[in-house]
């Protein structure tokens, strides 16, 4: 088994994939109407939709704008080779850095957060090449 992808529910799609795309840096894979349920996909991701990597699905149900997060939700990972970079392109490109890049409280490896336009938090961490860099926080 492998994980395939993580479903967010968005109010804008372009607006999403916009930021998806154009503030982290992902590509657009693919995407999908359905008016007979009244709803778009869109999958973004990073590695062209090379199957081993897992994609974000952002999914617009036509007429809601808006959905609250709820308490159980945490957050997306992405691991970065500098997480201090991110956080500067992240700003630059209109991007919400809401915790600048630093060590992880009580522990070394560098983590920053950021939101996407429907508050959805994603994690930075930074990390080697080859997946190094990160410990138990």
Known sequence: MRLLHTMLR?????????????VLGMQLLRTSENPEYKYSLAFVGYEGGDPGQAEIELTYNWGTDRYELGTAYGHIALGVPDAYAACEKIKAAGGNVTREAGPVAGGTTVIAFVTDPDG?????IQRTEDGSGTGLR
């Open 10 to 22: 968005v109010g804008d799609l372009q607006r999403s994939i916009d930021f998806y795309t154009q």
């Open 120 to 124: 959805y938090k994603i994690e930075l």
